[in-house]
């Protein structure tokens, strides 16, 4: 079993930033690519940033330059730092590791940007 838990998400001003973790533990051997997703109310889920095991990036066209994923793999951890938040980034955010074998997803994390 993998347990994927989040946290960072909260409550921040146009401009402002956050940054999320997400910490993969249980039974793993090893991971390929992990990844931040988010969906906004009445929206699909869509990609915000992923990560390959070799540190290959790719971000949505609409946060490049503003988000940064990242990843420890000594810790099972990918992270995203969020700068220059925009009302329009508000979502739950997700985290999804690739295992080869399978995803998992995380539980997801609010993001709100007050305008």
């Known amino acids: 079993q993998v347990q994927l838990v989040e946290s960072g998400g909260g409550l921040v001003q146009a401009g402002g930033s956050l940054r999320l973790s997400c910490a993969a533990s249980?039974?793993?051997?090893?991971?390929?690519?992990m990844g931040w997703y988010r969906q906004a109310p009445g929206k699909q889920r869509e990609l915000v940033a992923a990560i390959t095991s070799g540190g290959s990036t790719n971000y949505a066209d609409s946060v490049k330059g503003r988000f940064t994923i990242s990843r420890d793999n000594a810790k099972n951890t990918v992270y995203l730092q969020m700068n220059s938040l925009k009302p329009e980034d508000t979502a739950v955010y997700y985290c999804?590791?690739?295992?080869?074998?399978?995803?998992?997803w995380g539980q997801g994390t609010q993001v709100t940007v007050s305008s």
């Open positions: 249980g039974s793993i051997l090893s991971i390929n690519a």
């Open positions: 999804n590791i690739d295992l080869y074998y399978r995803d998992y």
